[in-house]
């Protein structure tokens, strides 16, 4: 397994941008799926984006969210823009081994977790 170190979580308006870091130790394959899930009060875990092979982002955050990543520093970024009070959340940050299939945003499939950054947008 991989120790993963989120951070960069805040309280902002609505409106307003932040970016989430994770830090990976340990060995990641660029092949490896790296999924940024969410968790708020009562709701299930849910993915937010990801990269595997290409990226992927849930419908919610399209065009305000972006994943990158940094290979050389093994760090995976979420840039979050325009945030809303529907985005407030426990973030975290996971990686899946390549040989291991399935869907980018399927919890259940990941092995790896950080310890989570708390997002929050008030209004």
């Known amino acids: 397994q991989v120790q993963l170190v989120e951070s960069g979580g805040d309280s902002v308006q609505p409106g307003g941008s932040l970016r989430l870091s994770c830090v990976a130790f340990?060995?990641?394959?660029?092949?490896?799926?790296m999924t940024w899930f969410r968790q708020a009060p009562g709701k299930e875990r849910e993915g937010v984006a990801a990269?595997?092979?290409?990226?992927f982002y849930a419908n919610s955050v399209k065009g305000r969210f972006t994943i990158s990543r940094d290979d050389t520093s093994n760090t995976l970024y979420l840039q979050m823009n325009s945030l809303k009070p529907e985005d407030t959340a426990m973030y975290y940050c996971a990686v899946r081994p390549a040989p291991i299939g399935g869907s980018w945003s399927d919890p259940k499939t990941f092995d790896s977790w950080g310890s989570g950054t708390q997002v929050t947008v008030y209004s």
């Open positions: 340990g060995y990641v394959s660029d092949r490896d799926c």
């Open positions: 990269f595997y092979s290409r990226t």
